[in-house]
């Protein structure tokens, strides 16, 4: 089965570079030119394959005592928790700038859409793709509609049971295909002991038709080189330009720095992977002449000598007799002279049978 998908004609697979999405969320704060600068960052300075932002339908969204309740976070863009949602919600023109603008920069753009408005509000612009929230992965729905759009799709599981997850699978892959699983913890940030990058495994046995990827939580860059190893093909991070920045997820946000050692120690696992095969390489011929060692005469012997094991040391440089060939040196007759240390070679030497060895040593 094929285990691929292509967005933006980006083509993932498992033995592709490891898919970098750059969430900014609502990191932006509602500020459009702040949204462009992180876009930009993602890309020149991070080079990352994708940015991501979220979009919501508030009023429909959460329920009317959710949307007017009083909120006082120390991270609340306003008074009430629908109007702190609806400053860092972006429209149709910050939309269409953004795409033009990604366009511009040669970066993908696309976002979660966290309810059926807001997927066909992402669709009428043409997405090149779309994420589903942890919060979404039981939600057949609204898996079923954007799925129809039969664009890839990405879908974290954090919070989900593996039946969960297979349920969202069998709900997508008959329409569409082009799926991303991603491992996710929904903690922010999760215990390290939550990340459970096993899962990734687990995952590829279970779907082999399905990209597999993770969704990192956590505040770092080191889990994403062994996600990688482990088959993870996508990897999505939380980024902000100043991690003391107001809001909820600039905390376990990477700054600009961060997410361009991500990107690069990324590429360095998947070089560093290879093929499988072993071999020998040019960088190597010198140390391990220097390091290896060679077969050689233990003490002055004369020409017709009969080698005996206490005859043949073993020494480095390994320029000479493999010490593999100890046994197959034992048992000859020299035809010239040698001085303690000289190389032993097969032709300064001719093999007795076992008879003439024994009446030799007699």
Avoid at 112 to 129: I, K, V
Wanted: glycine share 8%; net charge neutral.
């Amino acid at each position: 089965m094929n285990r691929e998908m292509t967005v933006d004609g980006v083509r993932i697979a498992d033995e592709t570079d490891t898919y970098v999405i750059a969430e900014i969320g609502n990191n932006h704060q509602g500020d459009l030119e702040k949204c462009k600068e992180m876009f930009k960052v993602a890309k020149q300075h991070c080079g990352v394959t994708a940015v991501k932002l979220q979009k919501r339908d508030n009023k429909s969204l959460f329920t009317r005592a959710m949307y007017v309740s009083e909120y006082h976070s120390e991270n609340a863009f306003a008074d009430t928790y629908g109007a702190h949602r609806e400053k860092l919600e972006f429209g149709h023109d910050e939309y269409v700038a953004l795409i033009a603008y990604a366009k511009e920069l040669g970066i993908t753009f696309f976002a979660t859409a966290f309810d059926r408005p807001s997927a066909d509000f992402l669709a009428e612009l043409d997405m090149p793709a779309y994420k589903i929230a942890s919060g979404d992965l039981t939600n057949t729905p609204l898996l079923k509609h954007v799925a129809s759009f039969g664009k890839p799709i990405f879908v974290s599981t954090g919070g989900g049971t593996m039946e969960d997850v297979r349920r969202a699978y069998e709900v997508i892959m008959p329409i569409n295909r082009q799926l991303c699983l991603m491992q996710c913890t929904a903690g922010y940030p999760p215990e390290w002991q939550q990340l459970d990058l096993g899962v990734i495994t687990t995952f590829r046995h279970a779907f082999p038709d399905a990209v597999i990827g993770f969704s990192s939580h956590d505040s770092g860059i080191a889990m994403g080189p062994p996600a990688h190893v482990l088959g993870s093909r996508v990897i999505e991070k939380h980024f902000t330009l100043n991690r003391a920045m107001k809001g909820t997820d600039h905390a376990f946000s990477l700054e600009p720095t961060g997410l361009r050692k991500l990107v690069r120690d990324l590429q360095r696992t998947k070089l560093s992977l290879g093929k499988g095969e072993k071999r020998r390489y040019d960088s190597e011929v010198g140390p391990i002449k220097k390091m290896s060692k060679k077969l050689v005469a233990s003490r002055d012997l004369p020409a017709g000598h009969i080698l005996t094991a206490e005859d043949i040391a073993i020494k480095s440089p390994g320029d000479g007799l493999k010490p593999y060939m100890f046994d197959t040196m034992v048992g000859r007759r020299l035809i010239k002279d040698l001085r303690a240390d000289d190389t032993l070679r097969v032709e300064d030497s001719i093999a007795l049978s076992e008879d003439a060895i024994t009446r030799a040593s007699a």
